[in-house]
Structures are given as structure tokens and as C-alpha cells.
């Protein structure tokens, strides 16, 4: 049997008024999630900006044809991933995309900036440092060498995203704050002629500490991705070593799996 397929533009009054929604009422998929799907794809491509008002949800199921219940359960499933918010006497708001990275190597920044999230950086710390144990032990040098630390907070639209702790051998390149601040940290590797090859990476989680929590607006407590990488040139030189955590409420890796034969 042929499915009865409908598409519904919404009315005029909200963000909404560009959006055709196409709801399948014969699929086996609830309509609920079909309306969440498609409200988060325009989110994710930035046909829904953030600060963008949805309207209530009375007026949205009027708008979409569909009962409260459904409109409410759409959106509340996009409330619990933090790309809506409900705001008393406001209605419902646009907050953010959540960052959907893939896991490769590749820079935060130039994924960030090819997914139209406006990236920002900024420098916390910019030195040089004895290496640790771990760091050593990645960066294939002596214990206590000189090494460059880099602290930087990455921001989208505004809004934190990560704390990057990166470390590189002291003597690979100049790296300045000010450009550090307005490009990616491969880009510069990549402008000095340094090749990135390869990496072993380690992905984990954990509970924000309060420092962290200040720092990436979350509270203390909340989830926080992590990630460890060592970073090595064509002629297999660890480059840089990497320890970065994410906010998990903004931030996801993804990859694709495939069968071994």
C-alpha cells in the first residue's frame, strides 16, 4: 500500500515560516520523531539559527497539523539534546547545533569552520614547559625537555565547546598568539611545511570538574568527552600530543563502521 505522504509549511509568526515539513502519517516511524528529525537537520544546517523563536506549542501543532502531545514530544526530545530551550512568555528557542565531528585527523578548527559553526579561539596559555612523564613518553623525547604548551578554549557561535591542551617538541615552529587565535593549529603546521601523516588517539569520558564546568558553562558534574592524540609527520616524528576535553551536551564524534571480510 502506497504511503500517504503530506508536506506542511508552517505558518507565518516564527522561524518556522521557511521550513517545509514533510510528515509520512502511513510510515511506522512516530510522527513525533519525524518532526524531531527535521527540526534538527535545519539546526544542524543552519537553516534554524541560534536565537531563532519556534513559537509555542500550541501554535505549532495549529501551524503543523499535528496534536500537542506530538509537537510537545518533538521538541522536548530536542530540548534534552540542548538544541532547544523553552523560555517563559518567549516560547521556544534555537540554542545551538551539537558538533558532529568525524574521527579522523583532522583539525577541530577546520571542521568547525567547514560545518559553518563559526569557530573562535582563545589563547590561555602559550609557553614553554618541561615534559612530563606522559608527555615525554608521547613526544618520543627525554623527560623534562623543553617542550611548547599550548591552553586554548574553542568557541562556536559564542558558546565554549572545548578546552584543547596541546604539547609539541619546543624547536618545530614559532607559534604566534595572535594567529593562533584566528586560524587552526594544523593549518600553521601544514603553512611551515610539516605533513601530518598519522595518529593513535584515545577517546573517553568523564564528569566535568568545577573549574572545567566554569570554564565550559555546564555544571559541575556534567558529561565532558575526552580525548587524547598523538599526531606524527610523513616521515613518522611525533608532532604533537593532545589532550582535549568536549562538552558532551555540544560535541559528538562520528565515524562509520564497516565488516571486516
Same mark, same amino acid.
Not at 509568526?13 to 520523531?33: E, H, K
Not at 536565537?51 to 503543523?64: A, C, H, K, Q
Given at each position: ?24 502519517? &502511513? ?18 544546517? &543552519?537553516?534554524l539559527a541560534p ?14 497539523g499535528l496534536s500537542?502531545?506530538?509537537? !510537545? ?30 574521527l579522523e585527523l ?49 568557541? =562556536? ?25 584566528? =586560524? ?21 569520558? !568523564? ?22 592524540? =598523538? ?31
Open positions: 500500500m502506497a504511503k500517504a505522504r503530506g508536506s506542511t509549511r508552517a505558518g507565518s509568526g516564527s522561524a518556522l515560516d521557511s521550513l517545509d515539513f514533510a510528515l509520512d502519517r &502511513g510510515s511506522p516511524v512516530p510522527l513525533y520523531y519525524q518532526l524531531a528529525q527535521q527540526l534538527e537537520s535545519a539546526i544542524e544546517h &543552519g537553516v536565537g531563532n523563536l519556534l513559537g509555542n506549542e500550541v501554535d505549532l501543532s495549529v501551524r503543523l500537542r502531545p506530538t509537537v !510537545r514530544q518533538a521538541i522536548q526530545s530536542l530540548v534534552d539534546k540542548g538544541l532547544l530551550v523553552r523560555r517563559r512568555g518567549v516560547g521556544t528557542q534555537v540554542v545551538h547545533s551539537q558538533v558532529k565531528r568525524p583532522s583539525s577541530l578548527y577546520d571542521d568547525l569552520e567547514a560545518a559553518g559553526q563559526g569557530p573562535t579561539t582563545e589563547v590561555v596559555r602559550n609557553e614553554r614547559v618541561p615534559a612530563t612523564a606522559d608527555v615525554a613518553a608521547a613526544l618520543g623525547i627525554a623527560e623534562g625537555s623543553e617542550v611548547t604548551l599550548l591552553e586554548r578554549l574553542r568557541c =562556536t557561535h559564542g558558546q565554549p565547546v572545548a578546552i584543547l591542551c596541546n604539547y609539541l617538541p619546543a624547536s618545530l615552529l614559532d607559534l604566534d598568539t595572535a594567529r593562533l587565535e584566528s =586560524t587552526g593549529l594544523y593549518r600553521m603546521m601544514r603553512a611551515v611545511g610539516i605533513t601530518l601523516h598519522s595518529a593513535r588517539q584515545t577517546v573517553g569520558a !568523564r564528569c566535568a570538574t568545577a573549574e572545567e564546568a566554569g570554564r565550559l558553562d555546564e555544571k559541575e558534574g556534567a558529561a565532558l568527552l575526552t580525548m587524547q592524540r =598523538t599526531a606524527y609527520d610523513d616521515t613518522g616524528r611525533p608532532v604533537e600530543y593532545g589532550t582535549h576535553i568536549y562538552r558532551a551536551s555540544r560535541y559528538a564524534f562520528d565515524f562509520q563502521l564497516l565488516v571486516r571480510p
